[in-house]
């Protein structure tokens, strides 16, 4: 990306703004640990080398301008306020406006200034690939400049990530914190592991020779459409099953012990160890489906109302939730994220690539967030000699991660391009695939 010319276009479009700051906001891979972060359980994805660039500049009339150098994003204009009112869902500042909004309501902003925005990326969007927490924190940096905050100073960047993690959920997903804290904390050369409870990032480096290779299936998951409700899906399950945990704990031990998210049988006051969390779920989720007149006696509240907190966000399951395999996923994958750690630390890319593709089957079989194209991009990746291939973030299409030998990607990539790109998705371009280090932190270039 030249930054000298999207400086060039910001003063060609914005005559009279004066000379534009740059931020550059990277996209994250997640290596391990799929929908565990709303659980408040550890997760371990990494800053990509592909990112967004903003150019902007303050304004004092309030007015938020924002332009795209992709003509599929129309410019567009809204007020700064103490109550911004979204856009119609899959509208592009939908994303600027959840972090001005979320940034007022934290930093109890009382003068509402404005920004000149043009937007370029080379990061692809609807590809499980943060896109979208990728605009959230760029249009969050470029706020707070204007606001005056010295990132890192003023606002610590953890902080920061916290902050837009909630303010995403303006456009209507109910995400974790994993992709803003991968953007705002990604470690040139490392993956990250992020714990929520307490909130912390430690580096986990990546060992010498061994590449991470990223495919877009070319399947579309576009979180402002089918796939949103789908996502949502999953916070509601995880909420669901809290619920009867709860219930089973107060049975047990009266009101002392109560769980807000299922990270917290962990590290909340319970300290459960793997057999003790294993027999809880087992004892608590002991049949494959659960019917909602079933949930509604256990919780003992009426079926409504099991409706209108948690079902109204899920698909219909006429044969009853399949609560038991969405938490046997979230047990499973949460030691999958410890063991990887300590895997990848003790430069065991082997036993890592084995743990990638055991999480692939659970997100397939147990939390049904995979699609046929996924399940057949990562086979393919496997033939070709990758050590281990996943789909990475919220699934129902998007992106593959894989790890390979450094020297193999070159023989990886000829090979999918056959064996998944013309022959599953007819696809006869140059190949959505590409290798990534991993990147540095979102930062503003001066
Ligand atoms: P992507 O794939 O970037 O939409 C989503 C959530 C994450 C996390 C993953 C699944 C948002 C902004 N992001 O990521 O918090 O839950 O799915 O691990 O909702």
């Known amino acids: ?30 290596l391990m640990g799929e929908h565990l972060d709303y659980n408040g359980l550890p997760v371990l994805p990494m800053a990509i080398d592909r990112a967004i660039y903003l150019a902007f500049a303050p304004n004092r009339d309030g007015e938020f301008r924002l332009a795209n150098q992709n003509p599929a994003y129309p410019d567009v204009s809204f007020e700064n306020s103490a109550d911004i009112a979204p856009s119609p869902g899959g509208a592009w500042e939908n994303y600027a406006k959840a972090a001005v909004q979320g940034l007022n309501q934290s930093l109890s902003v009382e003068e509402y200034p404005g920004l000149d925005v043009l937007l370029d990326s080379d990061l692809p969007d609807s590809a499980g690939l943060s896109s979208s927490s990728a605009l959230v924190v760029g249009f969050g940096m470029a706020y707070l400049a204007a606001l005056g905050f010295t990132l890192g100073e003023d606002i610590p960047r953890l902080k920061l990530a916290g902050i837009l993690a909630g303010a995403e959920h303006y456009v209507g997903t109910a995400g974790g914190g994993m992709d803003q804290t991968a953007i705002l904390m990604g470690e040139a050369g490392s993956a990250i592991r992020i714990n929520f409870i307490p909130f912390q990032v430690d580096p986990v480096p990546l060992p010498d020779g061994v590449a991470v290779i990223v495919c877009d299936s070319l399947v579309k998951a576009t979180k402002t459409g089918d796939a949103q409700q789908r996502y949502n899906a999953g916070p509601a399950s995880c909420s669901l099953i809290a619920a009867l945990i709860n219930a089973h704990l107060q049975a047990e031990f009266g009101n002392e012990f109560e769980i807000e998210c299922l990270g917290e049988l962990w590290y909340g006051s319970l300290c459960f160890n793997r057999t003790e969390v294993k027999q809880l779920l087992d004892t608590v989720l002991p049949e494959a ?12 509240m009426p079926v409504a109302q ?35 750690r300590d895997a990848l630390l003790a430069g065991d890319v082997t036993t890592f690539g084995r743990f990638m593709n055991a999480s692939q089957q659970s997100c397939a079989d147990d939390y049904g967030i995979s699609t046929p194209e996924l399940d057949a991009l990562c086979a393919a990746l496997r033939d070709a000699g990758c050590l281990g291939a996943r789909l990475t973030g919220a699934g129902f299409g998007g992106a593959v991660v894989a790890l390979a030998p450094a020297k193999e990607v070159d023989r990886v990539l000829r090979e999918i391009k056959e064996s998944y790109y013309r022959k599953v998705v007819k696809w006869e371009g140059a190949i959505p695939a590409f290798c990534t280090t991993a990147g540095a932190a979102a930062r503003y270039n001066s």
């Open 1 to 30: 990306m030249n930054l000298d010319e999207l400086k060039q276009a910001f003063v060609a479009r914005y005559p009279g703004a004066g000379e534009p700051f740059v931020c550059r906001v990277p996209g994250r891979v997640n």
């Open 306 to 340: 099991v409706r209108e907190y948690w079902l109204d966000s899920m698909p219909d399951e006429p044969e009853g939730l399949p609560l038991q395999a969405r938490a046997r996923h979230v047990f499973n994958e949460y030691y999958r994220v410890m063991e990887g």
């Open 289 to 300: 489906r659960i019917a909602p007149d079933k949930i509604a006696r256990r919780l003992n």
